[in-house]
């Protein structure tokens, strides 16, 4: 006949394995489960550097539409967005900037472009833009309302 003391250890250590395979396998289960979410998450994020890729690689500025119109979208400036996908004219606004000896308010930049700056309903379309290339980081605006580059 067996050992009861044995037979008894035995039963015990059977008990721990038993134990530690549940916890194991369930461990096993959650690293499985967590591979499956990278593998989704690296799929998801090849979709989205392929996306951006392909933004980027457009050089010329997007016509949008506004209105019905069609509108030329002013990029925010970033790294890898030069100042050649602005158009044309938005050029020659930060070209008139840079030009200039310090701050410039908007009527000066209208000299500077041989606008008439007599004539306010002029003005306003260029303080717009000038505005405009404000809010997407080409220019920064003074608090008193002059206009100047970023460095």
């Given at each position: 006949m067996l050992d009861p003391e044995l037979?008894?250890?035995?039963?015990?250590?059977?008990?721990?394995?038993?134990?530690?395979e549940e916890q194991l396998a369930k461990q096993?289960?959650?690293?499985?489960?967590?591979?499956?979410?990278?593998?989704v998450a690296e799929r998801v994020l090849d979709r989205v550097s392929e996306q951006l890729?392909?933004?980027?690689?457009?050089?010329?500025?997007?016509?949008?539409?506004v209105?019905?119109?069609?509108v030329m979208l002013i990029?925010?400036?970033?790294p890898g967005?030069?100042?050649?996908?602005?158009?044309?004219?938005?050029?020659?606004?930060?070209?008139a900037a840079r030009q200039a000896a310090g701050p410039v308010m908007t009527r000066q930049?209208?000299?500077?472009?041989g606008v008439d700056v007599s004539v306010r309903s002029k003005l306003e379309p260029l303080r717009g833009k000038l505005?405009?290339?404000?809010d997407r980081g080409w220019l920064r605006k003074l608090p008193d309302g002059r206009f100047t580059t970023r460095l």
């Open positions: 037979l008894e250890r035995i039963t015990a250590r059977r008990a721990e394995l038993d134990e530690l096993l289960a959650e690293v499985r489960a967590e591979r499956d979410e990278l593998a890729a392909d933004e980027r690689a457009s050089t010329a500025p997007v016509p949008g539409q209105g019905g119109r069609a990029p925010h400036r970033e967005v030069e100042e050649t996908m602005l158009p044309p004219d938005y050029q020659r606004l930060l070209a930049v209208g000299e500077m472009l505005v405009r290339l404000t």
